[in-house]
Every structure is written in structure tokens, then in C-alpha cells.
T-cell receptor, first 114, second 113 residues
Framework: DSGVTQTPKHLITATGQRVTLRCSPRSGDLSVYWYQQSLDQGLQFLIQYYNGEERAKGNILERFSAQQFPDLHSELNLSSLELGDSALYFC?????????????FGEGSRLTVL | AQSVTQLDSHVSVSEGTPVLLRCNYSSSYSPSLFWYVQHPNKGLQLLLKYTSAATLVKGINGFEAEFKKSETSFHLTKPSAHMSDAAEYFCVVIHTGGFKTIFGAGTRLFVKA
């Protein structure tokens, strides 16, 4: 158990809809990262937050947004969903500001868009 | 610019035989290198890391990796495969102090009984 909790584990929705994925980092970790994993694109970094502020941005679509709250949990919002957004979305956390590479991953939220 | 290439998308071995998963990296600066493992329907777990100390790094579950600067490689090895090693393995590079973690495409390891 990594200590990172993601909900929901599975989500099925329709095109055009909006969903919110939630992540609780390990106790004491201030950084949260979001990744998307799909068969065709592999593991793609989306965005990182540190202590409530956006720290780094990767290949995140404009239809997607994220935030980190004062209690350090994070939410990833996906809107105007398309079939291609079907993927496994991982949250990871780490303790520092800079990226040491030591990430603790949740078990992911599997999104299916029909 | 940093990048990482995992040379094999799939590797199949028999139980009890050695495992070799190959990774080459490109980095303009001294890199930090990692291997992560992902078991089916699970999140990724750190297997081992290299951060400019000893070039031979030992990780969990009997895995180790050797950093070879002249070859820009960081191959993952295990002397004897176990059925429980069947998983996907990711090589990762990061410029020390940077904010971007670069994951390789992954190598799926199959272990035959």
C-alpha cells in the first residue's frame, strides 16, 4: 500500500460529459502529480501541484484542469469527454518541491468513455 | 533534452532464468535514473534508483541495475526470475532538481513456468 488513495477506481460515462477524479496523497507529502496511461500513448505526465500551487505542466489538454486544496488532496477535472480520453489516470505524491523522482502512486482511476 | 528508450516492448523468460530489461537514456546533465514496476491493475512502485552514488544499484525483490555512463545505459537485471516478477517495468530519467520526470514506454515481462 503506497498510502496514496484515488477515487473512484472505475468510472464509465458518455462523450460530452464531465468527471472529477480525486486523490489523497501520502500523509505529509506536499506534491501531487497526475498521469494518464493509455495503450497508445503510454504514461503521460499531466500536471504537478506543490502545496496548493501549480508547479509543472505536461501534456494536459485544455479540457482538463486540476487543483490542490488546503488539505492537500487534489482533483482532476475532465470535461467535454471524448472517446480518446478513456484511460487509466494515476495520481502520485512525493515529499519535496523539486522532483527527486521518488513518486508514490495510487492504484489509479480507470475512465471509460462510451 | 532528456529522453529514455526501453529497447524491448516485451521480454519473455522461463522461471529460474536471468532477466535483462534494457534502458538507454539521454540527458544533458547528470541524470537521476529509476526503475518502476507496475503489476496488473496496480499503481507503479519504485524498484530502485540511481542518483550518482554507486553505479551498481540494488533494489527490491532481487533486482539490480548498473549505471554505465559511457554507454548511456541503465539496464535492469535479476539472476533468477520468479512468476511474481511478471509485470510491466518502466525506466525513468530525471534531470536532478528538475520538474519533469520522463518515463520510458515500458517493457512487459512475461515469466513462463
Amino acid at each position: 500500500d503506497s498510502g496514496v488513495t484515488q477515487t473512484p477506481k472505475h468510472l464509465i460515462t458518455a462523450t460530452g460529459q464531465r468527471v472529477t477524479l480525486r486523490c489523497s496523497p501520502r500523509s505529509g507529502d506536499l506534491s501531487v502529480y497526475w498521469y494518464q496511461q493509455s495503450l497508445d500513448q503510454g504514461l503521460q505526465f499531466l500536471i504537478q501541484y506543490y502545496n496548493g500551487e501549480e508547479r509543472a505542466k505536461g501534456n494536459i489538454l485544455e479540457r482538463f484542469s486540476a487543483q490542490q486544496f488546503p488539505d492537500l488532496h487534489s482533483e482532476l477535472n475532465l470535461s467535454s469527454l471524448e472517446l480518446g480520453d478513456s484511460a487509466l489516470y494515476f495520481c502520485a505524491s512525493s515529499s519535496g518541491t523539486g522532483n527527486t523522482g521518488e513518486l508514490f502512486f495510487g492504484e489509479g482511476s480507470r475512465l471509460t468513455v462510451l | 533534452a532528456q529522453s529514455v528508450t526501453q529497447l524491448d516492448s516485451h521480454v519473455s523468460v522461463s522461471e529460474g532464468t536471468p532477466v535483462l530489461l534494457r534502458c538507454n537514456y539521454s540527458s544533458s546533465y547528470s541524470p537521476s535514473l529509476f526503475w518502476y514496476v507496475q503489476h496488473p491493475n496496480k499503481g507503479l512502485q519504485l524498484l530502485l534508483k540511481y542518483t550518482s552514488a554507486a553505479t551498481l544499484v540494488k533494489g527490491i525483490n532481487g533486482f539490480e541495475a548498473e549505471f554505465k555512463k559511457s554507454e548511456t545505459s541503465f539496464h535492469l537485471t535479476k539472476p533468477s526470475a520468479h512468476m511474481s516478477d511478471a509485470a510491466e517495468y518502466f525506466c525513468v530519467v530525471i534531470h536532478t532538481g528538475g520538474f519533469k520526470t520522463i518515463f520510458g514506454a515500458g517493457t512487459r515481462l512475461f515469466v513462463k513456468a
